[in-house]
């Protein structure tokens, strides 16, 4: 007898276990800076048709036609972009925002990504960049002998200089929006790329067209729930005990099966 | 003698393919949008045999169990759960199969339409939906089912109701194909965007199932064991007379 009922209960494991890899992966991240929450997406696999025979002498009506499925496999894990709380830093470059965008960054390779972690810093030649050294985009350079920086909610960079006591402004921060940022794909590193399922995305000043703020002084929180992803665990677990249970009974009955001739 | 060994033999087979079905269920326990598989023997030709004994002939029988799973928030614009009843209609990429779905975890793929996550296309009522993705705005479904993106009308999700579910045909991605059944275009659906439906697959149910499928399994093995050993008796003390 094929152990077809073995076999699901182990792709059933396995999908728990996808679940169990993925909820360690939030939980891992739960203090990242503008880390955004995942979740695995299962769905059934095909289904075989059967013919099971009847018991009886045969005088019977046709047999049966069962639909037997082959388990369950994991097509997508999704990303939930919903706000981070915030924490206070007080680091005149470190920003946050608040409500819909993406941060763009210059990467090495020359491409752009997109990132809601806001934790800037100046390179050596004074250039606002990442924590890794992605410049940000559009490029805003601080001059040396900048006093006091300060980034307004529409994401005005402005400086006062050495025995000035005038604001001059330096630049712009640009977010990036998209109409469909579940198809963003990640990159590690709390940066997203672009793909044809997101779109390109269109640009513009913090506060307008539906874009969120800045928040200068701040940092986005994670949005990891931790009492929701440890509940999540709890539930794959238990559901990952049931199939396994399963795989021992399919066994149990496989001998049962093999004890018929003693 | 024969006959009740055979029974056994096909008791076992049944309970075999039941052990299957409730096991797929399990595996599909946090499937969305799945629907649980419900088995059930069904006894036919009842009557007395020519020792004055009840006779039946069983077979197995399977159906989908169509209630709504729980409804699940998860924020992304493109999940959708109908809230009552009522089925989303999708469409493989090969071959001209309709399916039927209350998975409504849907994504922009090729092209730029609207997909389930395995790749097949969603129907509106005017056929694949376009998401405009380039096009400024946010993604917004009404609870007609109608999509917007911005100010721009892309398409109206086409549901279905079905009368008679338990003639569909089960296919992969939480689906059903009409089999029997004759799907209607639904005036009234209400489409909740943001939302999944999750399994309903209730876990304490399946095990109880599993248990109980074991233990027959191996009391119909006793039962062949015992009526092998009365034969084997018989032949061998008739071969002593």
């Known amino acids: 007898m094929p152990p077809r009922a073995l076999q699901t209960a182990a792709l059933g494991m396995q999908t728990q276990q996808t679940r169990v890899d993925n909820i360690a992966n939030n939980l ?74 993406f941060f763009q960054v210059r990467r090495p390779d020359g491409s752009l990504a997109y990132t809601r972690d806001g934790t800037f810093t100046l390179s050596s030649n004074g250039n606002i960049v990442t924590q890794t050294g992605m410049q940000v985009e559009p490029n805003i350079n601080v001059p040396p002998d900048a006093m006091e920086i300060d980034i307004n909610q529409e994401g005005v960079v402005s ?48 506060g307008r067209n539906g874009m969120g703020t800045v928040r200068q ?46 | 003698m024969l006959l009740r060994l055979e029974n056994a033999a096909a008791a076992m087979n049944a309970l075999r393919h039941s052990q299957e079905i409730t096991a797929n269920n399990l595996a599909n326990a946090n499937t969305t949008g799945y629907k649980r598989d419900r088995f059930f023997t069904e006894a036919l030709n009842e009557r007395l045999d020519a020792e004055r004994a009840p006779r039946s002939d069983r077979r197995l029988q399977q159906v989908a169990d169509i209630s709504p799973g729980a409804i699940k928030q998860t924020e992304n614009p493109l999940d959708v759960a109908l809230g009552g009843e009522g089925f989303f209609e999708v469409r493989p990429e090969e071959g001209d ?38 096009e400024s705005g946010d993604i917004n479904i009404a609870k007609d089912g109608t999509i917007t993106v ?45 939302m999944v439906e999750t399994s309903n697959v209730s876990p304490v149910e399946e095990m109880t199932n599993m248990i109980q499928t074991s233990r ?26």
């Open chain 2, 216 to 241: 027959q399994y191996e009391a119909q093995q006793r039962s062949l064991q015992a009526t092998n050993d009365t034969l084997s008796r018989a032949t061998q003390d008739l071969g002593q007379l």
């Open chain 2, 97 to 134: 199969a309709t399916h039927y779905t209350r998975a409504g975890h849907f994504t922009v793929g090729k092209e730029g339409t609207l997909r389930t996550p395995d790749g097949r296309q969603v129907m509106g009522e005017g056929g694949p939906i376009q998401i405009p993705v380039d």
């Open chain 1, 217 to 262: 002084g701040f940092l986005e929180k994670g949005n990891v729930e931790v009492v929701k992803e440890m509940t999540n665990l709890i539930q794959a677990q238990r559901t990952y005990e049931l199939n396994s249970k399963m795989v021992k009974t399919s066994d149990n009955m496989m001998q049962t099966a093999n004890n018929v001739k003693r």
């Open chain 1, 28 to 101: 891992a991240n739960a203090n990242t800076t503008g880390f955004k929450r995942s979740r695995a997406v299962f769905q059934d696999l095909l289904y075989q048709n059967v013919q099971a025979d009847g018991a009886g002498e045969g005088t019977g009506a046709e047999p049966a036609e069962l639909q037997i499925g082959h388990g369950s496999t994991t097509v997508a894990t999704m990303r939930n972009f919903s706000q981070g709380g915030f924490t206070k830093t007080g680091n005149s470059l470190n920003m946050a925002i608040n409500g819909d965008g």
């Open chain 1, 159 to 206: 400086a006062r200089l050495q025995g000035e006591s005038e604001m001059i402004e330096l630049g712009q921060i640009e977010l990036a929006r998209f109409s469909n940022k579940n198809g963003l794909r990640a990159v590690g590193g709390n940066l997203y790329e672009k793909t044809e399922a997101s779109g390109e995305p269109f640009l513009g000043a913090p």
């Open chain 2, 150 to 194: 911005g100010d721009q009308q892309v398409g109206r999700l086409k549901v279905v109701s079905v009368d008679n579910p338990a003639q569909m045909e089960r296919r992969e991605g939480a689906s059903f194909v009409a089999g029997g059944a004759t799907p209607e275009p639904m005036d009234a659906p209400t489409v909740l965007q943001g």
